[in-house]
């Protein structure tokens, strides 16, 4: 696979990213407390079966919402670190072949 | 989102389990073989599955005013072939069972057969398919990551259908409307993780081409 983008480009295509994502937030006419999809689909479930009781609990939950919260930061932490890693690598590498030149 | 803990019925649970684990053991011969054969692949992979990571921690809202999250596995399937994202996307949903209880063990089987094998492979086949009709490279790769992701909560609206049927309108209405609450929310994500997915390709495999960026002006003779 070969792909380059322009500077230009990639930051057009990112802001376009970031502008799909925030316009929920600020969108007029969209209801909604912005919970998640797994907790709207549990609730379909007990709607759809009354009586339903979810027949196992996790063998652990995050204590609180805060706690949870820095998980997924701990999450996206990691998986940022590695790949800014690899892709700042490959920056370097690409540069030094061109030095070489 | 993947299915909750306890809320695929028993039989269900254990048949996702079994119609998962093949692609598992699968995706994980397959990784070991393209390590051997390619050890400078090692970064790349590690950085497809870091993508994985980062997409599936951000809960992001929609346009139906429920928060869902990308899977970001459409990049993996496109540079490494959708098989070895099993073994990737099982370890990012044993991180969310067992560490935030989102998703969970009973449902595992179920969540990687959404997330970490249809999602890939229908991402991989759409990236085959766009380049074979001669779509440029970018195009493509957005389509592989976008469907990538849209199919998994299809798939996902299915699982919950099956388990689910509505008692009127049967398995069709019950996916009509676990698919209203999953793929609908999905939508706009994927898109945008389809854009961010062109950009991160772009960066892990890309090559600079004389004068085009203006990135390395020292490159510009090439």
């Known amino acids: 696979m070969d792909l380059s983008l322009s500077r230009g480009r990639s930051l057009l295509l990112l802001a376009l990213a970031a502008v799909i994502v925030a316009a929920p937030m600020v969108l007029p006419g969209i209801e909604g407390a912005f919970s998640g999809t797994d907790d709207v689909a549990s609730q379909a479930v007990e709607a759809a079966r009354p009586g339903y009781i979810r027949w196992i609990e996790p063998l652990w939950s995050p204590p609180s919402k805060e706690i949870e919260g820095t998980i997924f930061a701990l999450q996206a932490a990691l998986g940022a670190g590695i790949l800014g890693y690899v892709l700042g690598r490959r920056h370097g590498s690409r540069r030094r072949d061109v030095d070489d030149r | ?222």
């Open chain 2, 1 to 222: 989102m993947h299915i909750m803990e306890g809320f695929l019925p028993v039989g269900h649970a254990i048949g996702w389990t079994i119609a998962a684990a093949p692609f598992v053991v699968a995706g994980s011969i397959a990784l070991r073989r393209t390590l051997r054969a390619r050890p400078e692949a090692r970064l790349t992979l590690a950085a497809a599955s870091a993508f994985t990571f980062v997409l599936s921690a951000l809960k992001l809202p929609s346009v139906t005013g429920s928060c869902s999250h990308p899977t970001g596995t459409g990049l993996g399937a496109m540079t490494f072939g959708p098989a070895v994202m099993a073994p990737v996307g099982l370890i990012v949903l044993l991180f969310q069972g067992l560490l935030l209880a989102h998703g969970g063990l009973t449902t595992l089987g179920a969540n990687v057969f959404s997330m970490a094998i249809a999602g890939p492979w229908v991402g991989w086949a759409a990236w085959r398919v766009a380049t074979r009709l001669g779509l440029s490279t970018a195009v493509a790769v957005f389509l592989g990551a976008a469907l990538a992701d849209l199919a998994t909560y299809v798939v996902t609206s299915a699982q919950l259908a099956l388990a689910f049927p509505d008692p009127a309108s049967g398995v069709a209405g019950s996916f009509a409307k676990f698919s209203g609450i999953f793929a609908v929310t999905q939508v706009p994500l994927a898109i945008a993780e389809g854009l961010l997915t062109v950009v991160v390709t772009a960066a892990l495999v890309g090559r600079e081409r004389s004068g085009e960026a203006g990135l390395h002006p020292i490159a510009g003779g090439r």
